[in-house]
């Protein structure tokens, strides 16, 4: 008690918010909304902006009919705004507001999946061309692209020390796939996890892990989400507040992730963010946002609950965290069953237990709790879930989905649809 004491008279004493960390200070004992909604004015601005280039710039023909032609429509339509356009209409309102973004990891440009090309080449000369850095001609904040070598440990560690150098830019790295990251666990250990807890040094690094169980081979399907929920310092039998240390998002719609990244610098202290990125859910047509889910009185949702059934016939709740709702509800209206709600958390860490107190409190009749995952027994979420739901919810939760492996993905089709079939049908209708 005495030594707890020193230290936090010290603290008082110094502060470590100084020079570019001068308007930062600790992330607060609470759990905060903030509103990360954008003008829709200034939102098609942007858009147009994002796709435009000089009259004699040669856009590949393919990306001139995919990319720029359909995100134009979408904008002028004010509808299905997929990820992608999320993505740039969320750097390019933070450029505008005078917030630097730095992309990095390999092949960042275009995108792993070919969806983002926030860097153009002109078909003829080869030259790059970055157009979210001509929205204005007063424009005073630009987006830097990196596109790194295949070294997750190094370029890691640079990130990290650009975003603690950066404290007022968005900073990210994308692993081309989710579990390249592992490459660079060291960096994740020893700083991104751990660094303000040692050093009382704060640091807002953005990691992009794409991550989905898709048919592809193990060292493809998963960002390891278990090793980073493993490492903050979320509690069980406690509620949670913004200052655990890491903080864990796995968004399913592209305005979560618009109001993710806008959060991350809207907020005046600082929390590394690890985001399970998508991988189908980039062109999945039901994976997309209108433009009103941007606009200004508008922010990120721990929680997502379900409006489909009516509150008082459901008898059995699903929570899900990711891409695996979108399989499960397209099942359940496949097979007209009006009794199971559907609930998506979408932040992990911290865990969101007043917004689950929320969604729960309208099923009253409901006396099943399932936690449905298409990732193996002893990886995904369920080993974090389970002790907070239990402890601080007072309902046992069921486990659904893949049992034990050593390894994420069985990388064989014929075993991978057998899988993906019991993981839709077992929640749904399986569990008695």
């Excluded at 898709?214 to 278990?226: K, N, P, Q, T």
């Amino acid at each position: 008690i005495l030594l707890s004491l020193k230290f936090k008279i010290l603290f008082l004493q110094v502060s470590y918010y100084q020079e570019q960390w001068s308007n930062m200070q600790a992330a607060p004992n609470a759990v905060e909304i903030w509103d990360t909604g954008v003008d829709s004015s200034l939102l098609k601005l942007v858009g147009q902006a994002s796709v435009a280039v000089p009259k004699d710039f040669n856009v590949h023909p393919h990306l001139a009919k995919t990319h720029v032609r359909n995100r134009l429509t979408r904008l002028a339509e004010g509808r299905d705004i997929d990820w992608a356009t999320a993505e740039a209409l969320a750097f390019g309102s933070l450029l505008m507001e005078g917030r630097h973004v730095r992309l990095s990891g390999e092949d960042v440009g275009r995108g792993t999946f070919s969806h983002r090309h926030v860097m153009l080449v002109d078909q003829e000369t080869e030259a790059i061309r970055i157009p979210l850095n001509h929205i204005h001609e007063k424009q005073k904040a630009f987006l830097e692209v990196a596109n790194s070598i295949l070294s997750e440990e190094a370029v890691l560690g640079f990130e990290y020390g650009m975003a603690y150098d950066s404290p007022d830019n968005l900073c990210l790295w994308e692993a081309q796939f989710g579990d390249f990251y592992n490459g660079a666990q060291i960096i994740v250990d020893a700083f991104v996890a751990s660094g303000e807890s040692k050093w009382v040094r704060s640091n807002g690094l953005v990691m992009l892990l794409p991550h989905g169980y898709d048919g592809a081979a193990s060292e493809h399907s998963s960002c390891r989400l278990e090793r980073f929920l493993q490492l903050t310092d979320s509690r069980e039998a406690a509620p949670d507040s913004d200052n655990v240390c890491l903080h864990v998002a796995n968004p399913t719609t592209p305005a979560q992730y618009f109001h993710l990244l806008r959060r991350q610098v809207a907020r005046n202290y600082r929390k590394p963010l690890i985001v399970v990125a998508p991988k189908v859910l980039l062109r999945l047509a039901d994976a997309v946002s209108p433009l009103s889910d941007l606009a200004p009185r508008t922010h990120f949702k721990n929680v997502i609950g379900d409006s489909l059934p009516d509150p008082l016939k459901v008898k059995r709740v699903i929570l899900v965290s990711g891409k695996h709702y979108y399989e499960l509800h397209k099942e359940r209206v496949k097979a007209n069953i009006d009794d199971v709600a559907i609930v998506r958390v979408e932040s992990l860490a911290p865990f969101p237990l007043p917004d689950l107190q929320t969604e729960l409190a309208k099923f009253r009749n409901a006396r099943m709790f399932i936690w449905s995952q298409e990732e193996h027994r002893n990886m995904g979420a369920w080993s974090f879930v389970q002790p907070r739901f239990e402890n601080l919810l007072g309902r046992k939760l069921i486990y659904a989905g893949r049992s034990e492996a050593p390894t994420p993905a069985v990388g064989a089709s014929v075993l991978h649809k057998v899988e993906v079939e019991h993981v839709l049908k077992e929640p749904l209708y399986n569990i008695k």
